[in-house]
């Protein structure tokens, strides 16, 4: 562990962060230890992003960082690694509904679940009813995030969950929304399990929602 | 040809059957309450001043807006106001005849046929790149990437001619060959030739076409504002003025786009502000003064805040790039006679503090998702607040629940004056009709 590296990437000083992770390069230094320091820092930043000390800038530059740091050390660790190693929580497919191509949300909430952990599966923006279907059904998710901005989104939302009922796989999964108007009534318009404010709420219900199917299953 | 119901247009298709449609709907207006437009729209704007100069009048104004909402109420897809703006103006003059709200404000409307023949690429409309029915969204993208902060800062015009506009516009792509132009003084003639090749025929066609098209549409949507007045409805703000919105913003969204902006911040700060200042310095020279003629409080600047909400930059990063040259761009508009009119999209909460450095009573605040509780505390002494019934609400409340929001605001914003009671957005094309009735009706309904 580098308190050093951790430092630096957690206060988004890129500069810094990447002379580090070359030092440890070109050493030959704990490549392993660079991707634990990465979550560690990303902890960290999540936490003062829910603290409101930072906001949306700082949790999109740590992820333009991490992404640069990636490509120095992902070609010399195999392909095997995710983002920041370890074995994954749960899978998460995660999309904006139809009608709507607003991805600024949902691109932050895909980026916190990869760096807590999960597998995420972004469908992208303007996604069909059938798309998610057909993605629960290969990829069989614990959790499905649907992401809207627009008014009409709610009606995609509310229709893409009946879709996902009607091919018999609500049951087997949790469903969140979120997006800039969404609320506790619109959430009950939708029939989803939950809505979020922000990203790190995202991460905490999936968290939530893998633990228990956890302790079920198990 | 839609069933004919209370509310069909489909049959305005002229000029001529839309001065029918506006007659008969001042018949209707006269007929209901017994009044002149003139008449009302003296009462209505009155109330409306009052409201602006923090006076407290009759009972508080509400205003209303929404062109897609319009064509929706009426049955039109939303690709009308792009492609049929006869029947579109009918639409929206129908619309706000039949909610009588004191004040119009109307969002700008632009020509489905000019955005096909140019190929716009930063932008997906209705009836074009959109199904008719989807409401129009802007590609947030890199139109200026972050190597070329140099020219546009060194020279604007080349910049925009060579490299944002062939990005902009498929049909004006032949444009990135160009040479560079600046001091082209004494070469000019030598870049005729290049003007002969094919692709720059027909670059010349498209904007010959696109002009063509635009001066249709112009023509045939004439002046709603105006006819809007014929009916006795004042609009928001007459005509353009003082010195436009946050630099940051037209920065985000016009040329570096959200990720873009980002990185800048962090990578090259001192060129994004030096691109913030440029922006500023002309919004300054461009700006033009109030018309001392005119009576009663002008709007004009201001502008919207998209990437300066709460949510979107940090206290630190407001006081660096965003509100030093928009607070200059204010202050220069209110020197020049103006009430500058913000919009502050999102939650601006963390905001307050800044809008009291300007003016009290100089400026005019619409809020959307902020808590309208909140900032009547913390600025309802300082200047007059609009807002901010959630479109969420008007679609999926019932009407009592819309009625009870309506009262509260009403009641609680509307103490002494000063306050203004309207939807979050105009993008309220998803909201029942019988709750945008309700909640206009609650300004009748309910006093503070």
Request: glycine share 16%.
């Given at each position: 562990m580098s308190k050093e590296l951790v430092e630096a990437i957690s206060e988004i000083r890129e500069d810094d962060a990447l002379r580090l992770v070359?030092?440890?390069?070109?050493?030959?230094?704990?490549?392993?230890?660079?991707?634990?320091?990465?979550?560690?820092?990303?902890?960290?930043?999540?936490?003062?992003?829910?603290?409101?000390?930072?906001?949306?800038?700082?949790?999109?530059?740590?992820?333009?960082?991490?992404?640069?740091?990636?490509?120095?050390?992902?070609?010399?660790?195999?392909?095997?690694?995710?983002?920041?190693?370890?074995?994954?929580?749960?899978?998460?497919?995660?999309?904006?509904?139809?009608?709507?191509?607003?991805?600024?949300?949902?691109?932050?909430?895909?980026?916190?679940?990869?760096?807590?952990?999960?597998?995420v599966r972004d469908l992208g923006v303007d996604v069909p009813e059938e798309k998610f279907v057909e993605a629960v059904k290969n990829a069989k998710p614990q959790v499905v995030a649907l992401s809207g901005f627009l008014t009409l989104a709610y009606d995609s939302m509310k229709s893409t969950v009946q879709a996902l009922d009607k091919a018999g796989l609500r049951k087997n999964i949790k469903i969140m929304i979120g997006g800039g108007q969404i609320t506790e009534m619109v959430k009950d318009y939708v029939k989803a399990d939950a809505f979020g404010m922000d990203a790190m709420a995202a991460v905490r219900l999936a968290k939530q929602w893998t633990v228990a199917k956890a302790e079920v299953t198990s | 040809m839609a069933t004919s119901t209370a509310t069909d247009v489909s049959g305005v298709t002229t000029e001529e059957s839309y001065r029918e449609h506006l007659r008969r709907l001042g018949d209707e207006s006269a007929r209901r309450t017994g009044k002149s437009p003139h008449q009302l729209y003296q009462e209505r704007q009155k109330r409306f001043w009052d409201a602006i100069e923090m006076k407290e009048p009759d009972r508080v104004p509400v205003i209303l807006g929404g062109n897609d909402f319009a064509s929706k109420y009426c049955g039109l897809p939303l690709s009308s106001s792009y492609y049929d703006p006869i029947r579109w103006k009918a639409a929206y003059t129908k619309m706000i005849a039949d909610f009588e709200p004191d004040v119009v404000q109307s969002s700008a409307t632009s020509s489905g046929a000019v955005l096909d023949i140019l190929e716009a690429k930063n932008t997906l409309w209705p009836g074009g790149t959109l199904p008719p029915d989807v409401m129009h969204q802007a590609i947030d993208g890199e139109y200026l990437k972050e190597d070329e902060y140099d020219l546009f800062l060194e020279d604007t015009a080349d910049f925009t001619i060579r490299r944002y506009l062939p990005r902009v516009y498929g049909a004006l792509a032949p444009l990135a060959k160009l040479p560079s132009l600046g001091d082209r003084a004494a070469g000019f003639l030598a870049l005729l030739g290049t003007f002969a090749s094919p692709e720059f025929q027909k670059v010349a066609q498209s904007l010959k076409r696109a002009a063509e098209e635009q001066t249709k549409y112009r023509q045939a949507m004439g002046n709603v504002g105006a006819d809007l007045t014929s009916l006795g409805f004042p609009p928001m703000s007459e005509g353009g003025g003082g010195a436009g919105g946050p630099a940051f913003d037209q920065m985000a969204n016009t040329y570096r786009g959200w990720k873009g902006i980002v990185t800048d911040m962090y990578r090259r700060p001192e060129k994004l502000i030096a691109a913030l200042e440029k922006i500023n310095k002309g919004q300054l020279a461009r700006a033009t003064p109030a018309d001392p003629k005119r009576k009663g409080p002008q709007l004009g600047g201001g502008g919207a805040i998209h990437r300066g909400s709460d949510r979107f930059l940090s206290k630190k990063q407001w006081e660096t790039f965003y509100w030093p040259t928009w607070k200059k761009s204010m202050l220069k508009s209110i020197e020049l006679g103006y009430i500058p009119s913000i919009f502050a999209e999102g939650f601006c909460e963390n905001r307050f503090e800044y809008f009291l450095e300007l003016p009290k009573g100089k400026v005019v605040l619409r809020f959307a998702d902020t808590d309208m509780f909140k900032a009547k505390e913390a600025l309802g002494d300082h200047c007059c607040l609009i807002g901010a019934v959630p479109s969420t609400l008007l679609q999926l409340g019932s009407p009592s629940e819309v009625d009870d929001y309506c009262k509260k605001l009403i009641q609680v914003c509307g103490k002494g004056g000063g306050y203004i009671l309207r939807s979050d957005t105009n993008a309220i094309q998803d909201a029942k009709p019988e709750n945008v009735k309700v909640m206009v009706d609650s300004a009748r309904k309910y006093h503070p």
């Open positions: 070359e030092e440890t390069v070109e050493k030959g230094g704990d490549l392993e230890g660079i991707l634990k320091d990465c979550q560690e820092a990303m902890n960290i930043v999540g936490s003062r992003y829910e603290k409101g000390d930072y906001f949306l800038p700082e949790l999109i530059m740590s992820g333009e960082v991490l992404k640069k740091i990636s490509d120095i050390v992902k070609p010399k660790l195999g392909a095997s690694a995710g983002t920041t190693g370890g074995a994954k929580k749960g899978i998460v497919v995660l999309g904006t509904v139809k009608g709507d191509i607003h991805d600024i949300g949902k691109d932050i909430v895909g980026f916190m679940l990869d760096v807590n952990g999960f597998d | -």
